[in-house]
């Protein structure tokens, strides 16, 4: 039976997973916690791809270490995530140029524990969709994007959300920052 994908208003799973965090020598890996976030008071954005040696993935993941800089400025920790391994994931970044200067930490959700108790796991792969959460500094859901396997997604949608979530505050359609919100027009 599948597991229903966890949605708004829900605590993100907790979790321990080794993740690839450097290419240097000796410093590649690290665990991550569902808990470093919450501890550092901080936004998380976690996006998922299907598998490691794809062809959008890459696409995808580049943009968002583009945009690094812009979920650090928000006080966000930025996760990627896939069910390879920690090492799959490091021989992928050692050998496609777009991604061997990660600023982030790609997670090893080797088990798939993380991505079933999430509900992303495609049925008969058993890979993890092109999923996006943002999650508050309390754990919770604030947020959900999924994109089915041959479509990447926006990475500057993500931090209009974001921003908007941020806010705390009634964002009209097509808001952007810098616009009134419905709270104060």
Known sequence: MEKKMLGI???????????VVSIEIGREFYDITSEDHIHNKKWMVMFWWPKDFT????????EF?????????????LLGAST????????????????KDLKFPMIAD?????????????????????????????????????????????????????DALQTDELCPCNW?????TLSNA
């Open 176 to 180: 952007t920052p810098g616009e009134k």
């Open 110 to 162: 080797t088990s798939k524990s993380l991505a079933e108790a999430l509900g992303i796991l495609t049925a008969d792969e058993k890979v993890a969709y092109r999923a996006t959460y943002i999650v508050d500094p309390q754990g919770i859901i604030r947020w959900v994007s999924v994109n089915d396997l041959s479509v990447g997604r926006n990475v500057p949608e993500v931090l209009r959300v974001l």
């Open 55 to 62: 062809f959008i993935c890459p696409t995808e993941i580049a």
């Open 84 to 99: 390879d391994s920690e090492f799959v994931h490091l021989a992928w970044r050692n050998n496609h140029p777009a991604l």
């Open 65 to 77: 270490n583009n945009n690094w800089n812009n979920f650090n400025d928000r006080d966000t920790m």
């Open 9 to 19: 208003g829900e605590q993100f799973p907790k979790f321990k997973k080794n993740a």
